[in-house]
Nanobody, 119 residues
């Protein structure tokens, strides 16, 4: 059974940094692309960043420059570093994994980790 577990959320002051982790209980981890989302108003999930199997990354325009996504295939883990946190970054952050494998489009979500940015 596939499981994605996020961690690293919490309370942080404005201007601070956080490193979120997503550890995946998943076979063939390196074949998956991973993304980070956050839940914004109206229960909509906003895409933040993605990293594909060869390590290429992409970022939402407003997050580019203060966000970094990375992966460690040896640890079955993906990370999201966010710097210069703002109150509007407060949200539940979700890890998402997907791959197209033998005709199947596999998609998995984690349970989320809460980030609160407040003084």
């Amino acid at each position: 059974q596939v499981q994605l577990v996020e961690s690293g959320g919490g309370l942080v002051q404005p201007g601070g940094s956080l490193r979120l982790s997503c550890t995946a209980q998943i076979s063939d981890f390196s074949t998956y692309a991973f993304e980070w989302y956050r839940e914004v108003s109206g229960n909509r999930r906003q895409w933040i960043a993605s990293i594909v199997s060869d390590g290429r990354t992409n970022y939402e325009d407003d997050m580019r420059g203060r966000t970094s996504i990375s992966r460690d295939n040896a640890k079955n883990s993906v990370y999201l570093q966010i710097d210069d946190l703002k109150p509007e970054d407060s949200a539940v952050y979700y890890c998402f994994a997907e791959r197209l494998w033998k005709g199947d489009h596999e998609k998995y979500w984690g349970q989320g980790t809460q980030v609160i940015v407040s003084s």
